[in-house]
């Protein structure tokens, strides 16, 4: 079913046509709310409701921009509001709960047979340290950022995704690589991992 078809019969209500919009763009809506995110549960209940919003909201779908976009848009606002909403939850998550985390991601890592378990573990704490530096970028700087390194956006359709300029988006980009080479480049320098 052509992306006119799906979304036409999600006009008319069309369950079969729901059903392929999610088949197709699933893991894209979860990467993305992924990539803002960092946990994949969350993410995955976030783009739940993000199907939930494009099954209630279609009717208003102008097709001024192509689906996808559209999908991005809406994953991208609701994530920015599950960690607006759950800031205070993420900084103050319980110190138990941090350590259990780690101990099962030691014992997973100690398992796997691909990869020395202290590179998998150097890896994985280098991953938590660009995640932590990305987090802190200005929200915008880092929607254009997630959108174009996680989600390999190009510049023009991530400018559609944010309603600006892709001149404004190349900006954000800019500003945001920039940020991040200063806060990882204090960190690899103290030898942080």
């Known amino acids: 079913m052509s992306e006119t078809e799906i979304i036409h019969k999600l006009k008319q209500g069309n369950e079969t046509a729901f059903k392929e919009l999610v088949e197709n763009y699933r893991n894209m809506v979860v990467n993305t709310c992924f990539g803002l995110i960092h946990n994949t549960e969350d993410a995955e209940d976030v783009a739940q409701d993000v199907f939930i919003e494009v099954f209630r909201s279609v009717e208003n779908f102008r097709a001024d921009s192509k689906l996808s976009t559209w999908l991005y848009r809406i994953a991208v606002n609701r994530s920015l509001n599950f960690i607006r909403d759950n800031k205070k939850r993420r900084w103050f998550q319980s110190f138990d709960d941090t350590i259990e985390a780690k101990k099962e991601e030691l014992n997973r890592l100690s398992s796997s047979d691909s ?79």
Do not use: G
């Open 115 to 193: 990869e020395n378990p202290e590179t998998s573990l150097e890896n994985s704490q280098r991953a938590l340290i660009l995640h932590e530096a990305v987090d802190s970028l200005p929200e915008n700087q880092r929607v254009a950022f997630t959108l174009n390194k996680y989600e390999d956006l190009p510049y023009k359709e991530i400018s559609e995704v944010m309603n600006l300029s892709v001149s404004s988006v190349e900006s954000l980009i800019h500003r945001a690589k920039k940020n991040l080479q200063k806060k990882l480049h204090h960190c690899y320098k103290k030898k942080c991992i």
